[in-house]
């Protein structure tokens, strides 16, 4: 038992001294000459901040804890020895839940799940219906992101003919955004009667999500010379002309020959913008990509493998479920979750991807 206090103590020490040095490193003259080194150490900064708080409050419990195994060694007052002893058993039941909450909080976080994210969606297999659903699944995220706080500012828009969206995509800002949503990638299906559907029959349609991580100038330098730009009219529903200018963008990155386009801003420089952005979070996630699937080889959840063609969670309206296939979860709150309320999916994926790293011992030595 004292080794495994010593043990925990140790690694989060260790921590609690590389979290001094960055905080003094922060302010010093190097890195405040150096933005991509500031920005780095003020990302490590706040993520060691919550292991730190748990630390200080962790080792003020076995110091509790040793106090109170002192008193019922050594002291004579029986009295006092019948606090220490209810004391220490509610220390040590605390103890048991902490230890938890650390090896969890040991795990090395990915790079990227503190950055904003790109999500983009699109219809899949079931025609008009796909479409309708891929709009349900925007509002869905819309309603999220606001829950969260977040910002989420329109990039591009491929208009259903009969409502919804052939394709939207969509920038989302706010704290740990790619963190919470990178479980999201895959393909969602949805089984109910369609609104054309005269007979009441149930069908099955499908919309792909995708959710890159937003990549900053820092994680991707693009050189102009490798980028061809294409500009041409704005098009809305059924291909028509909505704008007479040359206001859209169509960007390509001629070594990879990952494309993105624009056309939702009036600005033909905005739209350049938005679309050298997703273009640069697309190149960045080729590269995580290649990463997430390394990782996940060994992974019986495959949780983050980020396989875009895999359907992970399946909305049957019929039977108001929702079914998580990749960890078997299935809650009957379809309209509640369509109305935004996902956190409960997404924090027992992490979990199921957290408990899958601590089976490969990936804890922070």
């Known amino acids: ?15 609690h001294k590389r979290y001094l040095e960055v905080e003094k490193f922060i302010s010093s003259t190097e890195a405040m000459n150096d933005m991509k080194l500031y920005v780095q150490l003020s990302k490590e900064y706040k993520d060691l901040e919550p292991i730190i708080k748990t630390y200080k409050d962790y080792k003020n419990l076995i110091d509790n804890i040793t106090e109170a195994r002192e008193i019922l060694s050594d002291s004579d007052d029986t009295e006092m020895k019948d606090m220490a002893k209810l004391e220490l058993e509610d220390n040590l039941t605390r103890k048991e839940r902490m230890d938890e909450e650390i090896k969890m909080l040991l795990i090395p ?36 992101a606001s829950s969260k706080s977040w910002k989420t500012e329109l990039v591009d828009i491929a208009e259903g003919t009969v ?10 800002t706010g704290d740990d955004v790619y963190g919470q949503l990178k479980f999201e990638s895959g ?51 059924g291909g028509q002309s909505v704008n007479t200018t040359y206001s859209a963008v169509r960007l390509t990155h001629i070594p990879t020959g990952v494309v993105a386009q624009c056309q939702d801003q009036k600005s033909q420089h905005k739209n350049y ?93």
């Not at 038992?1 to 921590?15: G, H, Q, V």
């Not at 994210?117 to 309603?143: N, P, Q, W």
């Open 187 to 237: 393909v969602h299906r949805v089984q109910r009667v369609p609104q054309t559907e005269t007979q009441g029959r149930v069908h099955t349609s499908a919309a792909t999500v995708i959710v890159l991580p937003e990549a900053e100038e820092f994680d991707i330098e693009l050189k102009p010379s490798d980028i061809r730009k294409d500009t041409y009219c704005s098009s809305g529903p």
């Open 1 to 15: 038992m004292e080794i495994l206090f010593i043990s925990m103590l140790d690694k989060l020490a260790d921590i």
């Open 273 to 365: 913008d938005k679309a050298l952005k997703v273009l640069r979070s697309r190149i960045y996630e080729i590269e995580l990509q290649k990463k997430l699937e390394e990782d996940a080889k060994n992974r019986k959840t495959m949780v983050s493998s980020g396989d875009r063609s895999a359907k992970i969670r399946t909305y049957n309206y019929p039977q108001g479920r929702i079914t998580e296939h990749r960890i078997g979860l299935t809650k009957y709150n379809l309209q509640a979750a369509l109305g935004g309320d996902i956190q409960e999916f997404i924090d027992e994926l992490q979990l199921a991807e957290n408990t899958e790293k601590l089976k490969e011992g990936k804890v922070n030595d």
């Open 109 to 144: 976080k990915d790079p990227a799940d503190s950055k904003n994210a790109v999500m983009e969606i699109r219809a899949g297999t079931g025609g008009d219906e796909a479409s309708i659903f891929a709009g349900d699944l925007y509002k869905m995220y819309l309603a999220f």
């Open 163 to 172: 409502g919804g969206y052939k394709e939207i995509i969509f920038n989302i």
